[in-house]
């Protein structure tokens, strides 16, 4: 980028709406420092840290999410964005405790046994906290024994499984199995993720969707949350 | 003089907040189009620019991944009289979902063209049966067998039998090991943001190389390319495993087809 496209910017000069964009906007181009700056001028402003994170940090996830989607991001650049969205996270957490801000349910997540990879699954992890989930990321190569014993502690709606391998991706149906064999399989949602998985792959082990990026499982998973309060609210 | 700390300055771009955006969604629809690319393939194939119908009659095209080339080339050194290679990029390594339909258009073309008989020198690559989809679709043509490259070199069977203590290894071939800067360094922007070398090699403990040649200077890059990583190193031989085994066939078949 040449000089002339460019100049020095104050990001306290900025009115809220020119802020969250600058916000959004730093957050594409994955540039930390800048994006916790700005979440910080914003709780100086009084701005409520559910606000920061939905307005400002999941919609320019979105935003990324897309790009990422219509081949115009690549995997560098999303996880660049990634990690600055995290950072303004480790500023936001302790606030939204702190604050009592509403939770819409709770997630339990993993890669699945014999899989280490965890990029997509932490998105997936971190967009659902932004959209005000519990999320408890049971980490990578996780076995059944061990998501049942999470499903067991933590008693969430949603349970999220990811692989990335094609040799990997059948434990899902090991795990959606010994659910059923514990009799948990009708108290979680099950969702499934991972580049080689598809939506029939999806239907033939039982679960209840397969999402293709993060922006979907967290639509898919308020989807079924708002289904599951209609019929709590019906019964 | 003053305590107050002078506000931070910082970059924006005059052009508004958008138009990195634009330039990226630019930049896209350029690749898209681009040599080599499934919609460039497809357009060429119907173009002028394809060649005449039936210019190869009775010939048999092996469709590759860019990466096997070298290896591809040698294995069918004793069959160019009757065999061609047309290799796709090998950075849809990187961009699995561009595969299958790339992969297509150069199969019609390929039809158009005359060849009586076409092999897709690929595995499954991480395209989750898309790709496996569009060959039943083009009908029927064979692949390489497994989920990709590191499974037929080092031979499906052993591979698969060994995942449980390769969960943890990262596989470079020979050609990934020769391409490291450009296609995985670069690649992935590690020589820009090295903290992204934690956030994608941070669950590996070992890169492991497959090596196709017995090369000492191939060898210590691969040495390089695990130090960059942090991660142990470890050289496994294993040749050209099945890949020899399905070129060979292939070569056999279309050279007996040939000769009737």
Known sequence: MSDAE??????????????????????YDGLKDEV??????????????????????????????????????????VLLSANAMKAAMDVLRPLLAETGAERIGTMVIGTVKGDIHDIGKNIVAMMMEGAGFDVINLGINVDADQFITAVKEHKPDILGMSALLTTTMPYMKTVIEALAEEGLRDDVVVLVGGAPLNADFGKAIGADAYCKDAAEAVQTAKAFMQRRHNRRASA | MTNEPAPRKRRRRHAGPSALREQRRAAARHRAHAPGTGKALAKQAGS??????????????????????????FLIRQHRDHIDLHCLPAEWHNTP?????????????????????????????????????VLGEEGGISRLPGPHCYAFY???????????????????????????????????????????????????????????????????????AARFLNLAYERRYVGH?????????FAGETSSKAEE
């Open chain 2, 97 to 133: 979902q561009r595969i299958p339909e790339g992969v297509r258009a150069r199969i019609r073309q390929a039809k158009e063209e005359g060849y009586a008989r076409i092999f897709v020198a690929y595995g499954d690559c991480g395209t989750g049966g898309a790709l496996d989809a």
């Open chain 2, 241 to 249: 495993g099945d890949l020899a085994t399905a070129i060979e066939r």
């Open chain 2, 154 to 224: 080092t031979g499906v069977e052993n591979f698969m039998r060994h995942l449980e203590r390769d969960a943890r290894s990262y596989f470079l071939t020979d050609y990934l090991v020769r391409h490291f800067d450009s296609l995985i360094v670069k690649g992935l922007k590690l020589d820009t943001h090295p903290e992204l070398i934690e956030t994608c090699f941070g669950n590996y403990d070992t890169l492991v190389h497959l090596a196709q040649d017995d090369d000492p200077a191939l060898e210590r890059k691969a040495q390089e």
């Open chain 1, 36 to 77: 916790v700056e700005g979440v910080e001028i914003l709780l100086e402003r009084g701005w409520k840290p559910y606000d920061i994170m939905t307005k400002a940090l999941v919609g320019g996830m979105d935003i990324v999410g897309k790009d990422f989607g219509d081949g115009i991001l690549f995997v560098p650049e």
């Open chain 2, 48 to 73: 002028s620019k394809a060649l005449e119908k039936g210019a190869k009659s009775g010939r048999s095209l092996i469709i590759a991944c860019g990466a096997l080339a070298r290896d591809i080339l």
């Open chain 1, 6 to 27: 460019e100049d020095d910017l104050d990001l306290r000069e900025l009115d809220d709406d020119e802020l969250v964009e600058q916000i959004q906007d730093d957050l």
